[in-house]
Nanobody
Framework: QVQLVESGGGLAQAGGSLTLSCATSRSIFNLNAMGWYRQAPGKQRELVATITTGGSTNYADSIKGRFTISRDNTKNTVYLQMNSLKPEDTAVYYC????????WGRGTQVTVSS
C-alpha cells in the first residue's frame, strides 16, 4: 500500500508559477513510475507528466516547455514545477504511482486567474 499526499496547489495569476509536491508513504525507488494527472470541471482526467524510476519523463503536449516533473528518491517525493501558467491549467491535480498496483492521491486544486 502506498499513500500519496499532494501539496502546493493554490491560486496563481496567468504567467505565474506554482510547485506541486507529492509525498509518498514509502520508498518510491521500486515504483515503476510516478506522475501527475489533472481533471478540470466537466472534463476527464488527463495525463500531465510522468517520470520513471530511471528518470525518463513524458509530458502532455499542452504543458511541454512550461512544466517540469522531477523526483527525489531520498525524500520519497515527486514534484511538478509549473511555469507560465494559463487559465486553462485550472484543475485538480492528482499524484499517481505505478507499482504492483496503481495508487492515487486525493488531489490539490490549482486555479489560474487571467
Amino acid at each position: 500500500q502506498v499513500q500519496l499526499v499532494e501539496s502546493g496547489g493554490g491560486l496563481a495569476q496567468a504567467g505565474g508559477s506554482l510547485t506541486l509536491s507529492c509525498a509518498t508513504s514509502r520508498s518510491i525507488f521500486n515504483l515503476n513510475a510516478m506522475g501527475w494527472y489533472r481533471q478540470a470541471p466537466g472534463k476527464q482526467r488527463e495525463l500531465v507528466a510522468t517520470i520513471t524510476t530511471g528518470g525518463s519523463t513524458n509530458y502532455a503536449d499542452s504543458i511541454k516547455g512550461r512544466f517540469t516533473i522531477s523526483r527525489d528518491n531520498t525524500k520519497n517525493t515527486v514534484y511538478l514545477q509549473m511555469n507560465s501558467l494559463k487559465p486553462e491549467d485550472t484543475a485538480v491535480y492528482y499524484c499517481n504511482a505505478q507499482g504492483a498496483f496503481t495508487y492515487w492521491g486525493r488531489g490539490t486544486q490549482v486555479t489560474v486567474s487571467s
